[in-house]
């Protein structure tokens, strides 16, 4: 049975969607197969060609259900589902349908305030720090805030996602032939700490692993726009 990772966070512009993509890149280059699900009605499906990992459009409550129960039936997959921002029904609902929940959240005021309204409503849930600063000054000044504000949910803080503009390549309709160095490193980094929390076994030899997409077993193609324009068919 597959585990379902699902990012939420009632505040938008936090990073859901990128996080989503990263980590099923990195899932994808350490070996692991995934999907990537899409709910949020405010975005368009991305064009599955050449990545790491399938995509799916689940923007109805009736698709969610579907595709939420094809990928419970594959074994070894993960599903990560993108929950979108200020859904405060959609972020309960997903609570309970994961396995692991992740809420991303930058170094505002603002977001940390909610990140701490989020973590005490969903118990389970880690929080993950997003496009954190690269400046020796800002970073420190970050830390500082988090130290001060999230003392009490330290345990429950992974490791910062460095600010990196490439990052914004995998939110392109179509991703281009090669990806920086840099942007898989970060990916693989952050697939390390989702599995090793749902404690999944890794074997990453530091190099990209052959194959780019991942094929679901008797899963057909189906125009796009469709829940598996990008492989699942619900």
Known sequence: ???????????????????????????????????????????DPLDPEGRR?????ARTRESLAKVADKIRSLEAWLGVIDGGGNRSEMDRKLYGLADLVLLPFRDSHEDIRTVIRDLELFPRAYAVPMQWPTNA?????????????????????????????????????????????????????????????????IEDDGTEQEGMRPQIPGATLAPPGRISSTAIRA
């Open 53 to 57: 990992y399938l995509t799916a459009d």
């Open 137 to 201: 000054w800002q970073r420190e000044a970050a830390e500082k805030t988090v130290r001060e504000f999230l003392a009490p949910y330290r345990d429950r803080i992974l490791e910062p996602v460095a600010t990196l503009s490439a990052t914004k390549l995998l939110l392109q309709d179509r991703l281009p032939g090669t990806l920086p160095t840099v942007l898989a490193n970060a990916c693989r980094s952050m697939a390390h700490q989702v599995l090793d929390l749902l404690q999944l076994s």
């Open 1 to 43: 049975m597959a585990d379902i990772i699902c990012v939420i966070g009632n505040k938008g512009g936090t990073g859901k969607t990128t996080l989503s993509h990263m980590l099923c890149q990195g899932m994808g280059l350490l070996g692991k197969r995934s999907v990537c699900v899409l709910t949020d009605t405010h975005r």
